[in-house]
Structure formats: structure tokens, C-alpha cells
């Protein structure tokens, strides 16, 4: 669902268990959604207990095995076919990113959300674990005692899996009607033409502007590789929705992908041409002026759409400092970040690029701006980058 706007625990810790839940007949004649089944794989006995709880309390999932390795987690998964399965990273015998690819195989449809706590090395798996087709990924408090008091780890938690098993269930229903293409990992929805809405001024933009969340490392990639004669004029500004640790190692990834700069931008230092800056985790990263000249301005200040770094807060301050010589460019991710910033960038006489829902992992933040009339373009992802390109050149849009 896309809202624009702005089990009882086992008896033994060791147990391994399934929880079969008993499907109640409504009054009403009305429809019954299927519950989502989800399967949980972690070494971690307290940590199965926790997160079975938690699954067990929701009305619309359901909680088919908590399982302690990856190998038991690929000789039941078709016998109890989940929609989604949480896994750890670290575990004896097959860890996380080994199974993944191999789950993968067998359910080509499957959504694998890893789960791993903020450490270096978790974070480059993770961010390996997206390129090997894991949708997403949610970063886990240390320790059990900050596990079970987080708020933000269990929604953030379910927010992805609903969000993530709308998005492939309104997909299925698609590719009924529409032609399939073919990619690494098996069948997809064929992307949709480009279509453009709102008019676009004149003028070659001075600055790009990214925002992103579910999906947003990958789609990342494929447009910071294909944009260099872009980055080579104009600065680029990404807000990625992820915490701190991993967006340090996704500025290394974004600088090894385009071949220029890239690093997570520090406070107060000037924006230049020929560089990437990266919000990073736990801040928001707005635009300022200095004796003229756009700077960086970095802020731990409240969360904006449950978000901090919020795409808003970037869009908005840059409206304020480059106004009509934006380029807006929103690609996938959940909820509505970036609408508001984007209605701001237009109101400025700037220009507002999003990613198109066929090629997007979730399209909730493109999809509120197209809906809001606020793009000059709804583009699928390997149509994006040259359009940018030739824009920045002069080409027109």
C-alpha cells in the first residue's frame, strides 16, 4: 500500500518450530486478504523469540518457522513456502549471504529482507546481498535488551514487508497484462515507455539532486555509472534513506561505480562540481550559503517522514539556493519522502525527474510525485541516465 501524504514463543530456546495460524472466516462476504507468511532465519534464540512475538501479534502476517541456519531454512522452504523470509548474516555452518543466492534459485519470487547489525562489515554484505537480489535490508540493534526496545527495528521492520509484498503482488497481477523481460535474476515486469507530464523550462540544470530509499543502492549504480560527463559540471547530492555505517560504505560504492568522488558530505564544506556528496546515516543534509557560495550543511535534527536523512530537507534547501537550475531525480523507495521538497523545487522553476513503477522496487516516492503532477518525467531506470545526460548537455529534456 502507498500512502502519499507527506506467535507464542516455543517452549525450549533451542526449539526449532513452525506456527501455523488458523485462518478466521469474517462475518462480512467481503474478500480475505492471504495473511503474509513469513519465515524467520537467525542463530539467535532470543532473537527468534523476539521477532516470532512481534510477527505473531500482526493481523495480516503469518509466522511459518523460526529457524536457526540457513541450511534449514533451504531444505523447509518449499514445503512451507514463505512470501518472506528475514535472514540474518551471521550464522554458523551457511551464513546469510550464501544462502540468499540459493533460496533465490529455488523460489524465484521470494523476498529476502537481510538483517544485520551497524558494523562495517554488515553493511558491505548487506549492500553485496541487494546486487545478489535480497530486496532490502533492516539494520538490527546491538544487543537483546536494545533489540526488544527499539520501535524503530519493528516498524521499519514491517514496513518492508508490507510494502514489499504489495509491491510484488500488485506486479503478479500485472504481468498478466503486460509483456515480460528478462534479467540476472529470472522474470520481471517489462518496463513501461517513458512518458513525460510536467513542461520543462529551458536551460541546462547547474546541480543534481537525488532521493532514494527501497531499492535505491542498486538503481544508484546503474545511474551514477552511466552519468559521468554529468558529475564532471554539476555537483550531485544524494539523500539515501540508510543508517550511519552504511552509507559510508555506499560512497565508496558509488565512487568505484562512476569513477569520480564520492564520499559522505561534511558540514560546512563547499559544494563543488566534479563530486558526490552522500547525506550520511543520522543526518539530514540541507544546502546553505557562505559568503555566496553553496555549502553543506549537516543537522541531527527531528526525523522529516520518519526519515533522518529525509529527501525533503534536501530538495527544499536547494530550491532556496539554485532554484530554477535544479534537476530533481526521485528514484524507488517506500512512503512519500521528497514529495513536499519536490513541490518546492518546481514552485522554484526547477525540474523533477522520477523513476517509473515498473522498474522500481516499490513505488511509493516516485509514485506520489507522478500522481501529484509534480515530474516533468516518469522514466524506467535505464532510460533515466540519458536523459540526464543529454538535459545537462543542453539537449533539452
Known sequence: MRVCAAAASPAGDEQEYAIMNVAVV???????????RVMLVDDAAVVRRLVASWVGAQPDMQLVAALAGGRDALEQLEQLDPDVVILDIAMPNIDGLAVLPRLLQKKRNLIVLMVSTLTRRNAEISLRALVLGAADYVAKPEGSGELASSELFRSELFEKIRALA??????SSASRHRPLAHTRYGTKIAESPPRTWRAVQPGSPRVLLIGSSTGGPQALNTVLGAIGPVIDKAPVLIAQHMPPTFTT??????????????????????????RIYIAPGGFHLRVGRRKGDPVIVLDDGPRINSCRPAVDALFSSAAAVWGPWSLGLVLTGMGSDGSAGAAQLVGAGGRVFVQDEASSVVWGMPGCIAQAGLASAVLPLSQIAPRVVR????GGA
Open 166 to 171: 504489495a509491491r510484488r503482488n500488485s506486479m
Open 249 to 274: 560504505v555506499l560512497a565508496e560504492h558509488l565512487a568505484r561505480t562512476s569513477g569520480r568522488p564520492a564520499a559522505e558530505a561534511k558540514d560546512g564544506e563547499p559544494i563543488r562540481a566534479g
Open 391 to 394: 538535459l545537462f548537455a543542453g
Open 26 to 36: 469474517p462475518a462480512s462476504s467481503a474478500p480475505v486478504r492471504e495473511p503474509i
